[in-house]
């Protein structure tokens, strides 16, 4: 499900009556940002730039998975035209540590910071619509030493913008209806051990988001060769709308890894609140997925739209979640990812991908290509609603490419676990569970039977035979 992208604002799904949702809530609030006297002072070169897929397109689309097969979507996202900061090479992130003056400086008020130099705070600090702006600099600690930023109308506490090599630790940020931390346009950014209301990240690059407890969603547009490691991320269960607990659209090379994702969804058929998707991801190639633990979100653990290539999922664990494990709807393009060791329990699906059109013009060649799916597991299934759930849903059928070319070939599925038999009893939130059929796979040549597939007892699908039955 996508949204639309106004100006600097980055959301997803629906808000309230007054205010409107993009990539998660809405960050609207528009905090002045000085701009530098020369605006490629902080950018890299053209020359330094990394190979960004072509087929990034004017506008994408967001998630919606849970409105699909005949439900239309919440609403779409127009990427706005803006250029990214973006780095040159794919290597692990090393952050050089900033220059300290002999004493830090001891914050006392909100304000402006444009020099280099340790700051601390001394005291709770609150701003009118911004607290804290970092800007046109280097080399910046902050440490708050467990103290507040706070604002008194809305907009964030803390911005970022058109800066490197800034350090944000200990800091208590609350938030209203945007993000408290912005970071826009800028390298090398360090978040640490910090309590956060939501957080936007914009056009920047080699950014370091580790330990901090985060209330509401993280997004980032427009970013890459981005570390979101050993985060919480709870969306509370009024917060209706918000797509996801992490998004990321149009990076790459980006790693989500050990984060504890919680989107806040009761179990309630009927009640769509807290977040649709655990990680969201669209247009993006070369992202590291790895280890996370995604739970109570009303549609997907994890989802991608647009295009998604050359990419690891691994070592994720996805729990009661309502629809499916894993999923992708829209304008779907998989080309070279390896998607290993997941395991998906209290489900109603493991895997739910297909194809849907949303964007305009057309794709010329839908890909679902050279793909992996190695030592994935589903267990407990949940209730089935439709005719179409199964451990697998994988169709490309001509009723949905329609008349675009199509390239399936090459995805092969290795000692996947596609199914177990329900278990009596419940652990944590109530759900029933039952045994899912499956897989349901169209054109049934668009994948590979790799071996050591177990599958549902009398399952006739091509990676199910001839390898192991469940009972």
Known sequence: MMNSISGRCVCWGIFSSFFFLVLGPVRGAVVEVAKPADPTQYALSPSESPSIPSQVTAETILLDGARLHGAEPISQQKVRPTSGIVS???????????????????????????????????????????????????????????????????GSAITIS???????????????????????????????????????????????????????FYQQYKSSFMTIEGNTIQVPNNEGGVSGGVISSEGAYNIVKNNHIDGGWDGDLYDENGADDGIGITDESHDQIIGNQISHTWNAGFETAGFFRDSVLADNDISYVEKTGLASYYDTSWTGNIIRNNTVENTRMMIDITYNKRVDPPDQTIYFNNNQFIGNTFSSPK????????????????????????????????????????????????????????????????VINGGGNICPAGSDAVICSPNVSLP
């Open 88 to 154: 040159p090479r794919p290597e692990p992130i090393v952050l050089p540590r900033p220059s300290s003056p002999a004493q830090p400086s001891e914050l006392t008020t909100c304000q402006d910071i444009t020099r280099s130099g340790v700051y601390t705070e001394s005291q709770n600090l609150t701003g009118g619509s911004g607290c804290l702006s970092i800007h046109n600099t280097q080399n910046v600690v902050l440490d708050c030493q467990g103290g507040q930023l706070m604002t008194t109308s809305p």
């Open 162 to 216: 058109n800066a490197r090599r800034v350090t944000i630790k200990n800091c208590v940020m609350p938030g209203n209806v945007y993000p408290a931390l912005e970071i826009l346009g800028s390298a090398q950014v360090q978040v640490i051990n910090c309590r956060i209301t939501k957080v936007d990240v914009e056009n920047s690059n080699h950014c370091l988001i580790t330990g901090n407890s985060i209330t509401g």
């Open 383 to 446: 209730h089935v609603l439709r005719y179409f759930d199964s451990a697998i849903y994988l169709d490309f059928s001509p009723e949905q490419v329609k008349s675009h070319p199509v390239v399936l070939q090459n995805n092969v599925f290795t000692n996947n676990i596609l199914s177990q038999p329900a278990v009596s009893g419940a652990v944590g939130r109530v759900f029933h569970r039952y045994r899912v059929p499956g897989p349901y796979i169209n054109p049934p040549d668009a």
